[in-house]
């Protein structure tokens, strides 16, 4: 639908009927009506129902309700009429101007209003929320605004508040956002610090009930003093109770080591694969074999079955298929392999260089065993934590837990703590040994070591500033890969905690 040719502005009067006749064909046309007002959160029209239009003189009265609420607007006129979005001027109460739309979230060219009306209802919520939770507190500043520099998300609004000489940040998230929001406030405090001079340290952070496992683990590990608040889908907040983090860290899965040979056809199909070039087997979980070519998994043997295909995957009859799969998958996968742009190159780099990071721990920590490594130890099932990780034992018993990242991401390091702090909670109850992880080693309790590693130009430039909010109990360390990583894996940086990089002359 092509934009209205010179757009009315808010205030100029069009015949009622017309604007009624125009709502109704472009509702007519929607599979997912919904009617925004900024500031507000969008009154869902399903099947027609939840909106009535009628004509009152020069102007066409559009009414909208819902379980909890109701809304009354005077249209006057159309700004806007887009492709799955029609935007009414309206006269409010008092004769203010406004904007009411109406918007088809099935029409993907209606998403940046959509989006834009989801951030004004978040904005306004988290304004009620400071009020009822810091009252006799000022509000400076409450704004959504984007700031590249200073890795700023418009998607998470921010707000200081000041009462004396206390200061205040806070940070809100939907839940889209919500693993944003602990890095988001900390950046927050952080370029508010720079700002102005002050250090402050006080934050609080607001995300929808059920998100907050992630920001809470973390908390206890942070030099930051902060308050988590969650709300519901009616937008009421409350207070979360911090204290109760480790109790929604579930218990280890017992590890079984995956079969040998002998255990059948399917997992001898499992040892001759891994005789092919550029096919590793690796114990990706209890009981199971995962079959990668340079990390990205073509096979994996689960229950006495062997499943293979990039991506889809079906039943292996036969080691014949497998096995071509697998060898065309090492000539696609390669460094120097015939079509760089190839999805089967692209897909899964994290995946690549936990390859090649896994066959070279000594990178890392010469002091580190070359086996047992594991992966994903203790996640939940189906989260998709966007990192690859890797889990090794030193020589003297420490735990060291590797996050490994391929691309600048500003989430790195919260997302790295968040599973450091699962594996040290593990860790100091002596989880790892009754769990039958490191059979036969001695598995320290203290809190493991933990390592960044990524290529070294793809660390987040706020990566340092992230760092410089953990506690000292937190053993980290950057380590940067050369920018020829995939042929040969090679350090060139390797920095403690928030330190400043020194880079190696050679790259």
Not at 110 to 139: C, I, K, N, T, Y
Not at 281 to 310: D, H, I, K
């Amino acid at each position: 639908m092509a934009p209205v040719a010179g757009l009315r502005k808010a205030g100029r009067a069009e015949p009622a009927a017309a604007l009624r006749a125009e709502a109704e064909r472009f509702l007519a046309a929607c599979r997912d009506p919904v009617l925004l007002e900024p500031g507000e959160a969008p009154f869902v029209l399903s099947a027609g129902h939840g909106i009535a239009f009628t004509e009152r003189g020069r102007f066409l009265l559009v009414e909208a309700w819902d379980e909890t609420r109701s809304l009354a607007r005077r249209v006057t006129g159309i700004e806007e009429k887009q492709r799955g979005r029609l935007v009414f001027s309206v006269e409010r109460f008092g004769g203010r101007e406004g904007r009411l739309t109406l918007a088809d979230r099935a029409e993907p060219a209606a998403a940046p209003a959509l989006d834009r009306g989801s951030r004004a209802v978040l904005l306004e919520r988290m304004r009620r929320w400071l009020a009822r939770q810091f009252p006799g507190w000022h509000l400076r500043e409450l704004s959504a605004g984007m700031d590249l520099e200073n890795t700023l998300s418009p998607a998470c609004p921010r707000a200081l508040l000041t009462l004396g000489q206390r200061r205040l940040a806070a940070v809100a998230a939907d839940a889209a956002h919500a693993p944003q929001v602990l890095a988001q406030g900390l950046l927050w405090l952080d370029y508010l610090r720079r700002r102005d001079g002050v250090d402050a340290r006080s934050l609080a952070l607001f995300l929808p009930r059920g998100t907050e496992t992630s920001p809470m683990l973390c908390l206890e590990w942070l030099d930051v003093e902060a308050a988590l608040y969650v709300y519901g889908d009616d937008g009421v907040e409350e207070r979360a109770e911090t204290a109760d983090a480790g109790n929604r860290i579930r218990e280890l899965a017992r590890w079984v080591e995956p079969p040998a040979p002998a255990a059948g056809e399917t997992a001898r199909w499992v040892h001759e694969l891994a005789l092919e070039e550029g096919v590793e087997t690796v114990a990706a979980a209890p009981g199971e074999w995962s079959l990668r070519v340079r990390g990205l998994e073509f096979a994996r043997w689960r229950r006495g079955g062997l499943l293979y295909g990039v991506p889809a995957r079906r039943r292996a009859n036969r080691i014949e298929p497998v096995r071509a799969l697998a060898r065309e998958l090492a000539l696609i996968r390669s460094a120097d392999g015939p079509d760089p742009r190839h999805p089967w190159r692209l897909a899964r780099p994290e995946a690549w260089l936990e390859s090649q990071l896994r066959a070279r721990l000594e990178l890392i920590d010469p002091l580190l065993l070359p086996a047992p490594v594991y992966t994903q130890v203790g996640m939940v099932e189906g989260q998709d934590r966007n990192v690859a990780d890797l889990m090794a034992l030193r020589r003297d018993g420490r735990l060291t837990v590797i996050e490994i990242k391929a691309a600048p991401d500003a989430n790195l390091p919260m997302q790295a703590l968040e599973y450091w702090a699962r594996m040290a909670h593990h860790a100091s109850r002596g989880e790892f040994a009754r769990s039958g992880y490191f059979r036969g080693l001695t598995v320290r309790s203290e809190p493991p070591r933990l390592v960044l590693a990524a290529p070294a130009l793809a660390f987040h430039p706020s990566t340092e500033t992230l760092l410089g909010y953990f506690r000292p109990a937190v053993e980290v360390e950057r380590v940067g890969l050369g920018v020829e990583w995939h042929q040969h894996a090679r350090v060139v940086l390797r920095v403690r905690g928030a330190a400043h990089p020194e880079w190696d002359g050679g790259e």
